[in-house]
């Protein structure tokens, strides 16, 4: 059905919608794939006289109005009728024909996109005896260039079949404060928030998030410089109790969604900031929430070595569950970023880039996590996790026999406990002798934390079984590291330092943090020594404030000391973590 003018089809449609203008199009797709509800089934429990349910729309052209056409059986009713806070069209209300329940909006341009939880429907539920809600008939209205509208007539058959149970149905959760409502996680009792909460015997504090909540607070969340929207969801000290596992479920469509969003679980044991599409889509099958679980562990449970080691700082144990059932997590391409609440000793003050995180390997060793530090103005331990453990803060020392004079000892210090750079031997580090290309790329990718999966050829002249064969094959694959017309990289040649500024800067793009400021270079005498390929690299270190020269020059052709590749790559870690 076309109607030519928006205005009129806003009329019809107010004036209409009671008289059903829902009969499908001889047309209509089914799109039962498309208009969802949140949950196929829902055990009501045997004190609730209502229970929520969502329904969720797929990703979709943009539109600008959306109606429903819901058939009851058995002794339900509608309560209420909640739409996502983002839509801003009118609301039309529920009015019922032929037995059938007409509602929706109407917008007068095509403000949505779909792939969002489109309202929650609070039924009223009597009786024990089965009721369903079958979504038998949706219309996607879309303006047109020339100021009309055009319709799709969609009959989902959709189903959600409601039963009476003794209990919630949900793993672990049980109901908690006797208002009467199920909400459409099936956990707890359902908040003024829309989400729900209950302590369950075992110990397990569960917050169960439902699509609108969680929708709700990205509305409200903040943009960062690379365009992730980051929503915040907080449990309180005062909420847990004694509770030694706080468990929070999140719906997992707000995470497998074509917009870049993290979600940021703040909790009394630590803070977990989780990116989107953080499970990959094989192990992510048909799953449709995503618990994250934060566990506060007794160091006097763990093998004696890694008690020595931790002592009494925090250690907790991290995992996820899809639909509640536990997985084994790890995802290279979509690190989780951890927060631990520290308050270090004073003479642990004194040298911070000693103080690590780490986590316990299944043979019960302490491994340092490379990207945990200490930042003091947030008083936590913060490092990136590609793979859930049980992990806790250290703290260690590792020193050379050589650097105690070097300015760059603090650098060189803190990439060494960290296991990035190593030395020349157990006890030395040569921090005046020239580094190669080979080991300086090495360094870079091991502060970055990637490993690029590589196709294509290699370079010539770097064979398979090299010790950095793997970092280079990720240096090129990231965009790092080019070879010369002759296919080779050259790894055994030692860097100049406007080489070493060409890959420091790409490697910020490489990260995310692309460097975006240039700097004249006109006030170094030696700036006509750096070569065009370098001289946009060298510019926007410099505006940035990681290269400032010395003695008024650059020295671009001058080899890289293994002392000042440890204080650019200190500097670029710092940048990054």
Same mark, same amino acid.
Not at 46 to 54: C, D, I, P, Q, R
Not at 100 to 107: A, L
Not at 543 to 552: F, L, M, P, V
């Given at each position: ?98 037995? +059938? ?25 009597? %009786? ?16 047109? @260039? ?16 409601? +039963? ?10 049980? +109901? %908690? ?53 980051? @929503? ?14 706080? @468990? ?53 449970? $763990? ?17 996820? #569950? $899809? ?24 003479? #642990? ?63 060189? #210090? ?56 793997? @970092? ?101 870690? #710092?940048?990054?973590?």
């Amino acid at each position: 059905m076309k109607i030519k003018r928006i205005a009129v089809l806003l009329f019809i449609c107010c004036l209409v919608l009671p008289m059903n203008v829902f009969a499908a199009d001889t047309s209509a797709s089914s799109g039962a794939a498309l208009i969802q509800w949140s949950r196929q089934a829902v055990a009501v429990d045997s004190s609730a006289s209502t229970f929520s349910v969502n329904i969720v729309m797929g990703k979709h052209n943009p539109f600008s109005s959306l109606e429903f056409g819901v058939k009851l059986d058995g002794n339900i009713q509608i309560n209420s009728i909640k739409y996502n806070a983002a839509i801003s069209g009118s609301k039309v209300s529920d009015t019922i024909s032929n037995g +059938t329940h007409y509602f929706g909006f109407f917008d007068t341009t095509n403000h949505y996109n779909g792939d969002f939880t489109v309202c929650t429907i609070t039924f009223n539920y009597a %009786g024990n005896s089965p009721a369903a809600a079958t979504i038998v008939e949706t219309n996607v209205t879309t303006v047109t @260039a020339a100021g009309g509208a055009d319709k799709e007539s969609l009959t989902p058959g959709n189903t959600v079949q409601i +039963t009476r149970s003794a209990a919630t149905g949900s793993t672990g959760g049980t +109901t %908690g404060g006797g208002t009467g409502t199920t909400t459409d996680t099936g956990t707890g009792t359902s908040t003024e928030s829309g989400s729900s909460s209950a302590q369950t015997d075992n110990g397990r504090y569960l917050l169960a998030v439902d699509d609108m909540t969680a929708l709700t607070a990205l509305e409200n969340g903040t943009k960062d410089a690379q365009g992730v929207t980051t @929503a915040v969801i907080q449990v309180k000290q005062d909420d847990i109790g004694d509770a030694q596992e706080i @468990a929070v479920q999140l719906p997992y469509l707000i995470l497998n969604s074509s917009e870049h969003r993290s979600i940021r679980v703040e909790t009394p044991y630590g803070t977990v900031i989780i990116p989107d599409h953080v499970i990959q889509a094989s192990q992510l099958g048909s799953a449709s929430t995503l618990t994250l679980v934060i566990s506060k562990v007794d160091a006097s449970v $763990l093998p004696s070595s890694a008690q020595q080691q931790i002592g009494s700082r925090p250690v907790i144990d991290l995992s996820f #569950e $899809l639909d509640g059932k536990p997985i084994t997590w790890s995802n290279d391409d979509a690190p989780v970023t951890v927060m631990l609440p520290y308050s270090p000793t004073d003479a #642990e003050r004194n040298d911070p880039n000693g103080i690590l995180a780490a986590y316990i390997d299944g043979s019960g060793n302490v491994q340092i996590v490379p990207s945990g530090r200490y930042h003091a103005e947030a008083g936590t331990v913060i490092f990136q996790a590609t793979h859930f453990s049980t992990y806790g803060v250290v703290t260690a020392v590792k020193t050379f026999e050589d650097i105690a004079t070097s300015w760059a000892r603090k650098d060189i #210090e803190a990439l060494a406990v960290r296991g990035i750079i190593t030395g020349t031997s157990a006890t030395r580090f040569a921090p005046g002798a020239d580094i190669t290309r080979a080991d300086f790329t090495k360094l870079l990718v091991g502060v970055l934390g990637k490993h690029a999966v590589v196709s294509g050829d290699g370079f010539a002249d770097v064979p398979a079984n090299a010790y950095y064969y793997d @970092a280079v094959m990720t240096a090129k694959a990231l965009g790092l590291a080019s070879g010369s017309g002759n296919n080779e990289f050259r790894p055994k040649a030692s860097v100049t330092r406007q080489d070493m500024m060409v890959l420091l800067e790409r490697a910020f793009t490489a990260s995310g943090h692309p460097l975006t400021e240039k700097a004249a270079l006109t006030s170094y005498k030696d700036a006509k020594q750096v070569s065009a390929y370098a001289q946009e690299s060298v510019s926007k270190l410099i505006a940035s404030g990681i290269i400032s020269g010395s003695d008024g020059k650059l020295r671009p052709l001058d080899h890289l000391t293994r002392a000042e590749a440890a204080k650019v790559l200190h500097l670029l870690y #710092e940048q990054l973590y």
